[in-house]
């Protein structure tokens, strides 16, 4: 069954110019195919601030990845006004330390940026750059 020439002919919304339906589809070389891994809540991280059991953790995650044919890692690194990441200006990642502020002993985003390059996947650092608090920080702060 090919085109039926007695149908109408479609036209892009609100334009004269007709679509054209190739003959053939090109399917581009690569594509991004990907998830994220959320750490607001630990959603789909949990907290570990000890170095070996973070890189174990991320290397499962990096493993899952792999399994479903994943090329890229998108990692959630700010989920609030903290950070997975040493930072002059935000706090450590209470998601990452147990407590907002408190230091860990290593970098984990220069650690998952390279880990994930040596599989030959491409990382993606997810930042939240409006969310700041999911409490009353002024219990916090008197």
């Given at each position: 069954?090919?085109y039926d020439?007695?149908?109408?002919?479609?036209?892009y919304?609100?334009s004269?110019?007709?679509?054209?339906i190739?003959?053939?589809?090109?399917?581009?070389?690569?594509?991004?195919?990907?998830?994220?891994?959320?750490?607001?809540?630990?959603?789909?991280?949990?907290?570990?601030?000890?170095?070996?059991?973070?890189?174990?953790?991320?290397?499962?995650?990096?493993?899952?990845?792999?399994s479903?044919n994943?090329?890229?890692?998108?990692?959630?690194?700010?989920?609030?006004?903290?950070?997975?990441?040493?930072?002059?200006?935000?706090?450590?990642s209470?998601?990452?330390?147990?407590?907002?502020?408190?230091?860990?002993?290593?970098?984990?985003?220069?650690?998952m940026?390279?880990?994930?390059?040596?599989?030959?996947?491409?990382?993606?650092?997810?930042?939240?750059?409006?969310?700041?608090?999911?409490?009353?920080?002024?219990?916090?702060?008197?």
């Amino acid at each position: 069954m090919g085109y039926d020439k007695t149908d109408p002919v479609m036209y892009y919304n609100g334009s004269t110019e007709q679509i054209e339906i190739p003959v053939a589809y090109n399917q581009e070389q690569t594509q991004f195919k990907s998830s994220w891994i959320g750490t607001i809540f630990n959603l789909h991280f949990p907290q570990i601030s000890d170095e070996t059991a973070f890189k174990e953790m991320y290397e499962s995650r990096l493993d899952d990845f792999e399994s479903w044919n994943m090329n890229a890692m998108i990692f959630q690194v700010r989920p609030l006004l903290d950070a997975f990441y040493p930072s002059p200006i935000n706090p450590t990642s209470e998601f990452l330390s147990g407590k907002q502020g408190q230091d860990v002993d290593f970098d984990p985003l220069a650690y998952m940026v390279d880990a994930t390059h040596e599989r030959g996947m491409e990382y993606h650092a997810w930042f939240n750059p409006y969310r700041v608090t999911n409490s009353d920080i002024m219990s916090q702060v008197c």
